[in-house]
């Protein structure tokens, strides 16, 4: 106590003019109109950039959660396409949900390691056989076609990109119904070709090229790319299509696994027709 005495005396002087000048703040604020609005216009100013700050950290944290719902939205709502479904009743037009099941199912994943520079190029994603993926089911992006499931461990999968050197999706031009496969020259991870298709017939430029759905791992029309141009190959009747893909594989981050629910079947029936002589 004696010391806080002692220290009062000292600064008796200074601590005063501190109170005066506080006190004259006060009233300068509180009675003259425009130092007061400039005073609570820079306050509101200070406490609008601090809300901005905090939201915008709080939408950084929450965006990844954010991406996770939006892609499980876009899982179910493609589900939900006519091209995914199987029609039961094939004589009636009719639609509603008595006439057609599920066929596909869509299964949201990320993408934690990736490669688009070697000649066959796979990505890592982190689901797997804990999830019901399994070898050879399609893998498909946002934009388009990725690939076909290479391997499975319990939480993990790999992916065989459309860039390597026999993916052999099947594949059609949507315009004319000409159908090929789908290859990749490992030059260019922004352009394939289709293969296969007859020079008898004329591609337009810009064509869409889709998924033709026969090998039972795609469902029938799913984005595959663009023509971008057409090449005769010398001494065959065949065009060389060179196709502009649809999904960038540079910079991909999320995917979705897609599982016929019918393949086995399909696999099982097909298995029993006799081998061609």
Known sequence: MRNFLAFLRQFRVILFLALLQGIALTWY???LQYPRSQYLTSANAVS????????????FVHLKQNNDWLQKKVA?????????????DRENVKINDTLYKVQYVYTPAEIIRSTHTMRNNYFTINIGAEQG???????????????????VSDHMATVKTCLTENINIAAMIEESGEHGFLKWDGKNARKGSLTG???????????????????????????IGKVQKTKAIEGKPLWDVTVLFAEDYRRIQRVF???NLLRNEQLDLEAKNPDPK
């Open 29 to 31: 604020f509180t009675f």
């Open 257 to 259: 696994v897609i599982k």
């Open 133 to 151: 993926v399994e070898v050879g089911m399609g893998v498909f992006g946002v934009n388009g076609v990725v690939g076909t499931i290479h391997n």
């Open 76 to 88: 179910r709502l493609e589900a939900k396409q006519v091209k995914n479904l199987l029609k039961i």
């Open 197 to 223: 298709i007859s020079n008898d017939r004329k591609v337009k430029k810009w064509s869409n090229v889709i998924t033709r759905g026969s090998a039972g791992t795609f469902p029938r029309g799913l984005p």
């Open 48 to 59: 609008g950039t601090m809300y901005k700050w905090q939201h915008e950290i709080t939408e």
